[in-house]
């Protein structure tokens, strides 16, 4: 298995644009995390989906953000306005039945 | 929250010594993990154990937990250059957290 693939892994953009930030979990896994780490608040969970639903988005910092999950092997976390305040490292990870997770890579984002 | 917080922040040992971190969480949990985080890399899973697991463990791992305490320690024994890391404890029971990480230094 490939394991969890996040894309792009590096975003720059500037204030206002919109960012779009895609994640394609384990086959088989059943619930998809995002997080967002800076060294200011480390990491923090953003929202949970369990079998493509959305369970938990009390993470998720304001109505900029937005997150979707259409089916089992794909899911975007966007951005729109983005701020500067929103440049961080941002991880996607799955798990199956909500135990070990799996984290991707990252996605830096700067926001200029 | 049950966000847990991992002590100490920083640790810095020599080659081939113990070193052990410390977890605190708030409520009730299922199970706890815990994760290593190689500089600019995602978490990778190390080891999990349950609510009725006291101890555990993986090679040169040693965890354990205290539900009593609400507390767990992980403790990698003839610690090695490629163990600098930093560590982070998840209490994991109706919700999904992760501690503040104890960011670990292994001299050669």
């Known amino acids: 298995d490939a394991g969890v693939i996040q894309s792009p892994r590096h975003e720059v953009t500037e204030m206002g644009q919109e960012v779009t930030l895609r994640c394609k979990p384990i086959?088989?896994?059943?619930?998809l995390f995002w997080y967002r780490q800076t060294m200011m608040r480390g990491l923090e969970l953003l929202i949970y989906?369990?079998?493509?639903?959305?369970?938990?988005d009390s993470g998720m910092p304001e109505d900029r953000f937005s997150a979707k999950m259409p089916n089992a092997s794909f899911s975007t976390l966007k951005i729109q306005p983005s701020e500067p305040r929103d440049s961080a490292v941002y991880f996607c990870?799955?798990?199956?039945?909500?135990?070990?997770?799996?984290f991707g890579p990252g996605t830096r984002l700067t926001v200029t | 929250s049950q966000q847990g917080e991992e002590d100490p922040q920083a640790l810095s040992i020599q080659e081939g010594e113990n070193a052990t971190m410390n977890c605190s969480y708030k409520?009730?949990?299922?199970?706890l993990q815990w994760y290593r985080q190689n500089s600019g890399r995602g978490l990778v899973h190390l080891i999990l154990?349950?609510?009725?697991?006291r101890e555990k463990h993986s090679g040169r791992l040693r965890v354990t937990l205290d539900t009593s305490k609400k507390s767990s320690s992980l403790l990698i024994t003839a610690s090695r250059a490629a163990d600098t890391a930093s560590y982070f404890c998840?209490?994991?029971?109706?919700?999904?957290?992760f501690g503040t990480g104890t960011s670990l230094t292994v001299i050669p």
């Open positions: 990870a799955s798990s199956r039945q909500g135990l070990e997770q799996y």
């Open positions: 086959s088989g896994h059943d619930y």
């Open positions: 989906f369990n079998n493509n639903v959305p369970i938990d």
């Open positions: 409520t009730s949990i299922n199970n």
């Open positions: 154990i349950r609510s009725n697991e």
């Open positions: 998840a209490p994991t029971g109706n919700q999904f957290y």
